[in-house]
T-cell receptor
Framework: GESVGLHLPTLSVQEGDNSIINCAYSNSASDYFIWYKQESGKGPQFIIDIRSNMDKRQGQRVTVLLNKTVKHLSLQIAATQPGDSAVYFC???????????FGKGTSLLVTP | DTGVSQDPRHKITKRGQNVTFRCDPI?????LYWYRQTLGQGPEFLTYFQNEAQLEKSRLLSDRFSAERPKGSFSTLEIQRTEQGDSAMYLC??????????FGSGTRLTVV
């Protein structure tokens, strides 16, 4: 079936560096993409989203890039902080659906 | 309103027992979703309500799983005759429409 997946299961970065987390999706009908952050014992927390009519969207310290040609999504975190340590998930759905389809997640570890 | 509330946060039950979880969505959100998350995986969609109508339930994991949203506000998820494989985090989310998902902190179920 259609799937959303992540390239790297774990990512370790030094505090202050930039982080890039990648995600591939396979559903051509996907038109809405979301990045979530999940800390241990908590539910997913919305970070940033992007619709398929855009290729870049910026938030506070975060940027999401969407490449529909190769079905690839990335999350860039600037000046990574220890509080950014968590598991990050990309998710997608389409106007025809209501269920978010999640990938397996990337664990981000920020070291001092 | 402080977000999506789930109760209890943790539940330990013996195999074969029934369990029920409650979700209180954000009050102005008419859409409510249940997801299941196992360790190291992304959340997996279970069911969806729009107001009190359950519009999708084919992805509930078995006939032991059922959900209700009787007055279009809070929802309950029941698992009958629990099995060890039911051990997971059960997440509730709500949204005002197609976008704007907000997740609760989840109920962690352990079946012993």
């Amino acid at each position: 079936g259609e799937s959303v997946g992540l390239h790297l299961p774990t990512l370790s970065v030094q505090e202050g560096d930039n982080s890039i987390i990648n995600c591939a999706y396979s559903n051509s009908a996907s038109d809405y993409f979301i990045w979530y952050k999940q800390e241990s014992g908590k539910g997913p927390q919305f970070i940033i989203d992007i619709r398929s009519n855009m290729d870049k969207r910026q938030g506070q310290r975060v940027t999401v890039l969407l490449n529909k040609t190769v079905k690839h999504l990335s999350l860039q975190i600037a000046a990574t902080q220890p509080g950014d340590s968590a598991v990050y998930f990309c998710a997608e759905n389409s106007q025809a659906g209501y269920a978010l389809n999640f990938g397996k997640g990337t664990s981000l570890l920020v070291t001092p | 309103d402080t977000g999506v509330s789930q109760d209890p946060r943790h539940k330990i039950t013996k195999r074969g027992q029934n369990v029920t979880f409650r979700c209180d969505p954000i009050s102005e959100h008419n859409r409510l979703y249940w997801y299941r998350q196992t360790l190291g995986q992304g959340p997996e969609f279970l069911t969806y309500f729009q107001n009190e109508a359950q519009l999708e339930k084919s992805r509930l994991l078995s006939d032991r799983f059922s959900a209700e949203r009787p007055k279009g506000s809070f929802s309950t998820l029941e698992i009958q005759r629990t099995e060890q494989g039911d051990s997971a985090m059960y997440l509730c989310a709500s949204s005002p429409g197609f976008h704007g998902y907000t997740f609760g902190s989840g109920t962690r179920l352990t079946v012993v």
